[in-house]
């Protein structure tokens, strides 16, 4: 079970940060992805965590930026992805996602590799 929390709406060059509560699963055998997605578009992978060894990924659009972590909130297992500098095409729908990570996997990137989701949180950046 994921839940995310924390979108609303800023202006460029702001900040928000994203919050994904996990629950139902043995968390530190998972992998955590963000993903996010403009009506129209496909949903395309923002950043993503391998809980198991630390193993991070971002994107190119959004390295620098965005910061993803894992901590606690209320006592849950969450992973949090940290958005500085924001900018107009950061606005979408933001997912987080989970599957499965075990010993000598390799981190997932893509949609297809991530069977459990969270219902969505909006982002967006006015100009």
């Known amino acids: 079970h994921l839940v995310e929390s924390g979108g609303g709406l800023v202006q460029a060059g702001g900040s928000l940060r994203l919050s994904c509560e996990a629950s139902?699963?043995?968390?530190?055998?998972?992998?955590i992805g963000w993903f996010r997605q403009v009506p129209g578009q496909e949903r395309e992978g923002v950043s993503f965590?391998?809980?198991?060894?630390?193993?991070?990924?971002?994107a190119d659009s959004v390295k620098g930026r965005f910061t993803i972590s894992r901590g606690k909130l209320k006592n849950t297992e969450t992973v949090y992805l940290q958005m500085n500098s924001l900018k107009p095409e950061d606005t979408a729908v933001y997912y987080c996602?989970?599957?499965?990570?075990?010993?000598?996997?390799?981190?997932?990137?893509?949609?297809?590799?991530?069977?459990?989701w969270g219902q969505g949180t909006q982002v967006t950046v006015s100009s």
């Open positions: 996602a989970a599957t499965y990570y075990g010993v000598g996997y390799s981190l997932p990137f893509t949609r297809g590799q991530y069977e459990h």
């Open positions: 139902g699963f043995a968390f530190d055998d998972y992998a």
């Open positions: 965590m391998g809980n198991l060894d630390g193993r991070i990924y971002y």
